[in-house]
């Protein structure tokens, strides 16, 4: 009697959708707003888990932020006035440094919350939200920076040879307060950190997020627009501007493949503002935007934008990632049951 066959073998497992990687993957490159397709995790359920941790991490520190104000009021009974008055005006008085940094320091909490979710929900590689060259590029960032400034220092100096639009010449002339180099030194520390937070939020989370979902880059510079708008309290002008400057950073983000250049923009426009409004006795958030400032900021963006893209036609960046694609699975490892070879009987024991 033959033994019974044994069940032929398995086939192997096919992949799971997770490890499969995209067509630009492997061929041209991941873009900046593709780039979490070379993270540890990068499931399409990421972008969201990101944020659900996000939003926690951001609560615990206000939290801590509301008790740090009532320490602060329970030896300065005026620190709830001047919040009131905050609430109900919001305005940024960059000669109070208490509601300068509480209204600084709100927004440069949100880059170690997004930072953290990131790590944990993405895994490896966390330089990845930065660049595609997986970090922080200093040395292009530097060189950004020095157009804006040269930029910037142009329009300083013509707008200060032109009658103001907001009738602010007369306090140019005030004298500094007491606290006046506090404000300073903190709109020297801190403005550089809360544009480079909203550069991580707005250019670095939402459009890796969207480029999870959607491939084309127009979707990722586009959709974050409202967003951005929204969190800027101006009028018409002012609104179209900042609509204009934030596809400028997104652009600027994926054609370069890293937020370098719109961060250098952004610290640059966002420092100009606050150390005029100190020097000024102004608000640098007021809701009013002059046809001039309208006109000029529009002139300063583009020719940022256009010089950047000068340079990196001269030379040109690794502005995306090419990644190796997985490894076919191994066949399975196991013996395939052969039928033995019984033996002839011997013709001696025959009937």
């Known amino acids: 009697m033959m033994p019974p066959a044994s069940a032929p073998p398995s086939p192997a497992p096919a992949p799971r959708p997770a490890d499969t990687?995209?067509?630009?993957?492997?061929?041209g490159g991941l873009a900046f707003h593709r780039l979490l397709f070379a993270r540890q995790r990068r499931g399409w359920w990421t972008p969201l888990a990101v944020a659900g941790i996000g939003v926690v991490l951001y609560g615990i520190l206000m939290v801590v932020t509301v008790i740090v104000i009532i320490a602060v009021a329970s030896s300065d009974p005026t620190v709830l006035d001047r919040l009131l008055a905050l609430s109900e005006n919001p305005t940024i008085d960059v000669r109070d440094p208490f509601v300068l940094a509480l209204t600084l320091g709100t927004?440069?909490?949100?880059?170690?919350?997004?930072v953290i979710a990131s790590r944990i929900v993405n895994g490896k590689r966390l330089g990845l939200i930065s660049s595609a060259a997986g970090r922080l590029r200093w040395g292009w960032m530097m060189r950004c920076v020095l157009v804006a400034l040269a930029l910037y220092g142009v329009f300083v100096a013509i707008s200060f040879l032109l009658p103001s639009e907001s009738g602010a010449d007369a306090a140019v002339s005030a004298p500094p307060t007491?606290?006046?180099?506090t404000s300073l030194v903190l709109i020297l520390v801190l403005v550089p950190v809360q544009s480079a937070t909203e550069e991580y939020v707005f250019r670095g989370y939402l459009m890796q997020s969207i480029g999870r979902w959607l491939r084309h880059p127009a979707w990722a510079i586009l959709l974050p627009v409202p967003l951005f708008v929204l969190g800027h309290l101006y009028d018409v002008l002012g609104q179209i501007n900042v609509g204009v400057f934030a596809i400028a950073a997104g652009w600027l983000s994926w054609r370069t493949g890293g937020l370098e250049a719109a961060i250098a923009l952004h610290v640059v426009n966002n420092l100009t503002g606050f150390l005029v409004?100190?020097?000024?006795?102004?608000?640098?958030?007021?809701?009013?935007?002059?046809?001039?400032?309208f006109v000029t900021s529009l002139l300063l963006m583009g020719g940022f934008v256009a010089i950047v893209e000068w340079m990196i036609r001269r030379k040109p960046l690794p502005r995306t990632l090419v990644l190796t694609p997985p490894a076919p699975p191994a066949p399975p490892v196991g013996a395939v049951w052969t039928p033995p070879v019984w033996p002839e009987p011997d013709p001696a024991t025959r009937a």
């Open 178 to 181: 007491s606290v006046w180099v």
């Open 21 to 27: 990687l995209p067509a630009d993957a492997v061929v």
């Open 107 to 114: 927004i440069v909490m949100m880059l170690p919350c997004y």
């Open 277 to 293: 409004s100190l020097v000024a006795g102004t608000d640098p958030a007021a809701s009013e935007t002059g046809l001039f400032s």
